[in-house]
T-cell receptor
Framework: RKEVEQDPGPFNVPEGATVAFNCTYS??????FFWYRQDCRKEPKLLMS???SGNEDGRFTAQLNRASQYISLLIRDSKLSDSATYLC???????????FGGGTRLMVKP | EAGVTQFPSHSVIEKGQTVTLRCDPI?????LYWYRRVMGKEIKFLLH????????ESGMPNNRFLAERTGGTYSTLKVQPAELEDSGVYFC????????????FGNGTRLTVT
């Protein structure tokens, strides 16, 4: 089993839709969780950190479920510009190494 | 604040040649990471420096890859001799020592080995 797993998608949704992605992690001792966004041929950019109590940034909501070992990203009112690959990143061990999931591709259609 | 910078942005070399990639982290970031994305695959960890020390190099594919960070500032990743399967995008990232601090990525170096 991979340390960090994501559904690769693609998720094809119409503008204005709400879409959610999950990311599961295998190491129960993981402490830091992040969502990154990567556009084609570009570097990953931090979208948001994921806090234990869940957090929201505009149309984006991130949640952590430690019992089931997954994090989620909810995007409301999808825009065309949200089309990208969303990467889940987990600090999967105590050595400060951050492990990437394979990414979930989102395509928002007009 | 300047971000993470990488050089070159793109390199095309022939099999058997040598290439050296450079990364300048954000000033003050002691953690420096190298990652690689091969076409169609997920981003894979290569190695991690804390200041000038290699904290974890478990992701380095083989001894053709050599990373250094003399003085704990910029880092270089040398591939010698390059093979076709080394083609991909090499990302450098840095973060502070603060717990829960996120990674900041450079633009990446796209390496093509022909």
């Amino acid at each position: 089993r991979k340390e960090v797993e994501q559904d690769p998608g693609p998720f094809n949704v119409p503008e204005g839709a709400t879409v959610a992605f999950n990311c599961t992690y295998s190491n129960s001792a993981s402490q830091s969780f992040f969502w990154y966004r990567q556009d084609c041929r570009k570097e990953p950019k931090l979208l948001m950190s994921v806090y234990s109590s869940g957090n929201e940034d505009g149309r984006f909501t991130a949640q952590l479920n430690r019992a089931s070992q997954y994090i989620s990203l909810l995007i409301r009112d999808s825009k065309l510009s949200d089309s990208a690959t969303y990467l889940c990143v987990v600090n999967a061990n105590a050595g400060n190494m951050l492990t990437f999931g394979g990414g979930t591709r989102l395509m928002v259609k007009p | 604040e300047a971000g993470v910078t990488q050089f070159p942005s793109h390199s095309v070399i022939e099999k058997g040649q040598t290439v050296t990639l450079r990364c300048d982290p954000i000033s003050g970031h002691d953690n420096l990471y190298w990652y690689r994305r091969v076409m169609g695959k997920e981003i894979k960890f290569l190695l991690h420096f804390v200041k000038e020390s290699k904290q974890d190099e478990s992701g380095m594919p083989n001894n053709r890859f050599l990373a250094e960070r003399t003085g704990g500032t910029y880092s270089t990743l040398k591939v010698q001799p390059a093979e076709l399967e080394d083609s991909g995008v090499y990302f450098c990232a840095s973060r502070s020592l603060l717990q829960y601090s996120p990674l900041h990525f450079g633009n990446g170096t796209r390496l093509t080995v022909t």
